[in-house]
């Protein structure tokens, strides 16, 4: 028997001085390279976001503030030599869209939803810039996205390291004391926050005149500061990470495990699901039900939505990953778009079930992205299906369409007003809004819970609430004239002002009815 021979380990050229030197020496052009791309793009756009969102989630300068960014981008991109490509500006328009929903409407939870959506929306736009996303899915766009903001989270002190570095690199004499400048200043902002903080407490003549001058409290000053140091360092960074292109640019091959495994798992669960839909088509949808005694139809549909939503869920992710993570097969392929189907039924199933609760219980807006979600769930699983059996369908692009439209129309829809004119009508069917000096408050008799629940809507509702008994909204009334007449020019909000206009308009009718 041949005596096995020792493994010797591969041979490691040692670094030397001179190319450690070289090394550092690049490392520390590219930092100075950085700087003077990044600083003065950010620190304009730091004030523009400053300017736009301070104290100002609402207005319609959200409008502008996404337009800021896209310019942003597209600058940072150009001088970084990224290639912006065409298909950027649907990306771009939506974002400017979601900006000008803020803007129109007067529904804090949209508000919240679209500053969420216009920085996803401008990650996906940088990555998709910056990366061939070409044969990109889901599972790799959320990878990147993810890593990109923690190389964004490396990142934090760039601003920093790099203005240390481009201050050792020979620039000219300008360009330095430009660069001085704006370093200077950065570290006026904390400096000064801190400053005008301690004098403004220690002398009420000095906050006197500050304030009388700028029209801003001492907390004012010290959250402009904060809001202009997170906009700097967040953008400032974020740039920084696309640029350091640590996402792998390849995408791995899926392990494929053999078709038996799945068909065996999904026979069981989609005999379970068709025993299910045909009871569903047989009892609900034929109205062939027979409840037990005292059971009504309400609560019958309680029980059911949240669960039918979640199993509609549940399988559009079972579908996905099936198709993906298992070789080929044609009753595979059957398996799928039977649970596609079935997936169908109980959506139609929790959508009607919700459609029951809502005309015995009214509308809200819980119940409302309830249908919203299982309609878009629907869209969503007509380009999974069609990615089942065509190979190379572009599904990652279809359902980010599809879902970026239907949130778009869900945040112009003003829910607000469909959830107050639905139930107004509802409760003047029901007799209980019968009497003009009837106070809901304090009579429980005649809806008193659903009058709470509409009085604290957003300004859209505001025009459901004509024809009605001025008696049963006035907080309403008197608080949509005070939010509009509290808001300064930056925080002007189109649903906001039009609610003020009708309110006011109510109350000089009300004085004429009166005098």
């Known amino acids: 028997?041949?005596?096995?021979?020792?493994?010797?380990?591969?041979?490691?050229?040692?670094?030397?001085?001179?190319?450690?030197?070289?090394?550092?020496?690049?490392?520390?052009k590219r930092r100075a390279d950085r700087f003077g791309v990044l600083m003065i793009p950010t620190v304009v756009y730091a004030v523009a976001f400053t300017f736009c969102i301070y104290d100002n989630f609402g207005g319609i300068l959200q409008a502008v503030l996404a337009l800021a960014t896209v310019l942003y981008c597209r600058l940072v991109e150009k001088r970084m030599g990224i290639v912006t490509k065409p298909g950027s500006i649907v990306l771009e328009v939506m974002m400017v869209l979601l900006g000008i929903s803020t803007g129109t409407t007067g529904n804090g939870v949209i508000w919240d939803y679209n500053l969420l959506g216009l920085f996803l929306l401008t990650l996906v736009r940088l990555l998709h810039n910056a990366y061939d996303d070409e044969k990109w899915d889901l599972g790799k766009y959320l990878g990147s996205m993810m890593s990109t903001i923690g190389c964004g989270l490396e990142h934090i002190l760039a601003p920093v390291v790099d203005a240390m570095a481009f201050s050792r690199e020979e620039k000219s004499e300008k360009t330095k004391t430009l660069a001085a400048v704006v370093i200077g200043l950065l570290l006026a902002i904390p400096l000064l926050a801190v400053v005008v903080s301690l004098l403004a407490s220690a002398d009420i003549v000095f906050l006197d005149v500050l304030h009388r001058i700028f029209h801003l409290s001492l907390a004012d000053w010290f959250l402009i500061a904060v809001t202009f140091l997170f906009g700097f360092l967040a953008s400032y960074s974020g740039m920084a990470a696309v640029g350091a292109?640590?996402?792998?640019?390849?995408?791995?091959?899926v392990k494929q495990y053999p078709a038996i495994v799945a068909i065996t798992t999904l026979s069981l669960v989609t005999v379970v699901y068709l025993l299910f839909s045909v009871i569903q088509i047989v009892y609900l949808f034929l109205g062939n039900m027979v409840l037990p005694e005292?059971?009504?139809?309400?609560?019958?549909?309680?029980?059911?939505?949240?669960?039918?939503?979640?199993v509609c869920i549940l399988n559009v992710i079972i579908v996905l990953v099936v198709s993906k993570r298992f070789r080929e097969h044609v009753v595979l392929k059957g398996l799928l778009?039977?649970?596609s189907a079935?997936?169908?039924?109980?959506?139609?199933?929790?959508f009607l079930r919700m459609l029951m609760y809502i005309d015995a219980y009214h509308l809200t807006r819980k119940r409302i992205l309830v249908l919203?979600?299982?309609?878009?769930?629907?869209?969503?699983?007509?380009?999974?299906v069609i990615g089942i059996f065509r190979e190379g369908f572009p599904l990652l692009r279809y359902g980010?369409?599809?879902?970026?439209?239907?949130?778009?129309?869900?945040?112009?829809?003003?829910m607000d007003y469909f959830i107050a004119?639905?139930?107004?009508?509802?409760?003047?069917?029901?007799?209980?809004?019968?009497?003009?000096?009837?106070?809901?408050?304090?009579?429980?008799?005649?809806?008193?819970?659903?009058?709470?629940?509409?009085?604290?809507?957003?300004?859209?509702?505001?025009?459901?609430?004509?024809?009605?008994?001025?008696?049963l909204y006035g907080d309403y009334r008197e608080e949509m004239v005070d939010t509009y007449e509290e808001e300064s020019w930056r925080q002007w909000n189109l649903s906001h002002y039009l609610a003020w206009k009708r309110c006011k308009a109510t109350d000089l009718s009300k004085q004429e009815v009166e005098q």
């Open 294 to 310: 005292d059971y009504t139809y309400a609560e019958y549909a309680r029980e059911g939505f949240f669960q039918l939503l979640v």
């Open 1 to 28: 028997m041949e005596e096995m021979k020792p493994m010797t380990p591969p041979m490691v050229t040692p670094m030397t001085a001179e190319m450690v030197t070289a090394q550092m020496e690049a490392e520390e």
């Open 245 to 253: 292109h640590r996402v792998k640019k390849e995408v791995k091959a």
């Open 421 to 471: 004119d639905y139930n107004i009508r509802q409760m003047q069917a029901n007799g209980e809004l019968a009497f003009e000096d009837h106070d809901p408050w304090y009579d429980e008799g005649y809806g008193t819970v659903k009058m709470h629940y509409l009085n604290s809507l957003s300004s859209d509702a505001a025009a459901a609430f004509d024809g009605i008994p001025t008696g």
């Open 400 to 414: 980010m369409t599809v879902f970026c439209l239907c949130y778009l129309v869900l945040a112009f829809s003003h």
């Open 372 to 384: 919203w979600a299982l309609v878009t769930i629907g869209l969503l699983l007509v380009g999974i």
């Open 337 to 339: 778009l039977l649970i």
């Open 342 to 350: 079935c997936t169908y039924i109980m959506g139609a199933s929790a």
